[in-house]
């Protein structure tokens, strides 16, 4: 079973790269230009997005998937065979990266400008943020597309965070409707719980299903319970079937030993009890 713990690291490592502040005598947000090197190739998973690795310092890389539609003067004809010279652009409110390359049976490779917007670091500091050596680097900001309007929706639903949170919450698409459902149903919710809560897929109707069953349930039960696929009507079959199941941490430990609504049927017929432990003895 993964705890939230783990849940937390595996998060914390995949985000890391991007998270990552630029590194010191490096290029800073401050409104000062990047640059680097590029590869990029078809996303395995969305055949219209190209994933890329961006490496602007030796000790660090970001790396990103974005639509090809999202790319200024992008030819997709270029991932076909080997294509000559390409030019093109990603263009976000943080600023604009520049890419130049070539492209070799749908591998590219090449140089990239990043050019900070200096009107977005001046409404940042607007809203109480300042790029700072300790937070991201714009680069990081443009290609994970943290506008502006994002922040202040976010500020809106309750969550006035660093440059940091704003970043790993938009990168695992957590969307200030979110941020306000949970808020609405939990109170008060720490930006690390709140990540947690996206990362492991814990959606609004997941969690309003969880409260009905478990008046009482906490952040940390909604996501151990979603890290152990445990689904709304699983409780209710294992209820059906005899499970004295009141808690979530009761429910925790019957998916935890795989107990099933037919283990429990046959307890009952047998007039054995219904405890997690003694019915995974029934295996055996």
């Not at 790269?17 to 005598?25: D, E, S």
């Not at 800073?28 to 640059?35: C, F, I, P, T």
């Not at 969880?210 to 009482?216: A, I, S």
């Not at 009141?246 to 307890?267: G, H, S, W, Y």
Request: hydrophobic share 45%.
């Amino acid at each position: 079973m993964r705890t939230i713990g783990a849940i937390a690291l595996g998060l914390a490592i995949s985000v890391t790269a991007i998270a990552a502040p630029t590194a010191p005598g490096a290029a800073q947000a401050r409104g000062a230009a990047e640059h680097g090197s590029w590869t990029a190739r078809l996303s395995a998973d969305r055949p219209d997005h190209l994933r890329f690795e961006l490496r602007g310092d030796p000790h660090a890389s970001d790396g990103f998937t974005v639509a090809i539609a999202a790319l200024t003067g992008f030819d997709p004809r270029a991932l076909r065979g080997s294509s000559g010279p390409v030019t093109f652009a990603l263009r976000r409110e943080a600023g604009i990266v520049t890419f130049r390359g070539r492209f070799t049976d749908g591998i590219g490779g090449g140089s990239f400008d990043f050019a900070a917007d200096p009107a977005y670091v001046a409404a940042l500091a607007k809203l109480g943020l300042a790029t700072s050596r300790g937070e991201p680097s714009l680069l990081s900001l443009a290609l994970v597309d943290v506008t502006t309007g994002y922040i202040r929706a976010m500020q809106t639903a309750a969550y006035r965070a660093s440059l940091r949170d704003y970043l790993v919450l938009r990168a695992i698409d957590t969307t200030p409707d979110y941020a306000g459902a949970m808020t609405r149903a939990f109170g008060a919710v720490p930006v690390n719980q709140l990540v947690t809560l996206r990362a492991t897929n814990a959606d609004p109707d997941y969690v309003a299903a969880l409260r009905r069953l478990f008046p009482g349930v906490e952040v940390h039960d909604v996501v151990t319970l979603r890290a152990m696929h445990v689904m709304p009507a699983d409780v209710g079959a294992l209820r059906s079937a005899g499970a004295p199941i009141r808690t979530p941490n009761e429910m925790i430990q019957f998916a935890a030993l795989k107990v099933t609504p037919d283990m429990v049927r046959r307890a009952v017929r047998e007039g054995q009890p219904i405890s997690p432990s003694s019915l995974a003895q029934t295996r055996r």
